[in-house]
Nanobody, 123 residues
Framework: QVQLVESGGGLVQAGGSLRLSCAAS?????SGWFRQAPDKEREFVAA????????SYADSVKGRFTVSRDAAENMVYLQMNSLNPEDTAVYYC???????????????????WGQGTQVTVSS
């Protein structure tokens, strides 16, 4: 079992930036970020594999968000720039131990989940 703990959420004005962090208690081979806005279903945001560090992004965040990882520290990050109110959501870190060459975009592909961190973007 791998425990995931997110941090870095908060309140930011539109156009601002935040960096989310996800600390894992053990090694994983693929990590993803998902988000859930009020009254909406949870949706894919970004994912990264290891080794190889291949990345994948939702169209809505491409060019604004960057996912990265520090394998030695079992950390995954989500740098979020040019935030807008539509990015307001609870952001979840997810991870899995199965090897993959392709970053996973489906919730069903992840065995481990964090509790989430709130990101609120004011207009």
């Amino acid at each position: 079992q791998v425990q995931l703990v997110e941090s870095g959420g908060g309140l930011v004005q539109a156009g601002g930036s935040l960096r989310l962090s996800c600390a894992a208690s053990g090694r994983t081979l693929v990590s993803g970020w998902f988000r859930q806005a009020p009254d909406k279903e949870r949706e894919f945001v970004a994912a990264i594999t290891w080794p190889g560090e291949r990345t994948s992004y939702a169209d809505s965040v491409k060019g604004r968000f960057t996912v990265s990882r520090d394998a030695a520290e079992n950390m995954v990050y989500l740098q979020m720039n040019s935030l807008n109110p539509e990015d307001t959501a609870v952001y979840y870190c997810a991870a899995d131990r199965d090897f993959t060459l392709i970053p996973r975009r489906s919730e069903a592909d992840y065995d481990f989940w964090g509790q989430g961190t709130q990101v609120t973007v004011s207009s």
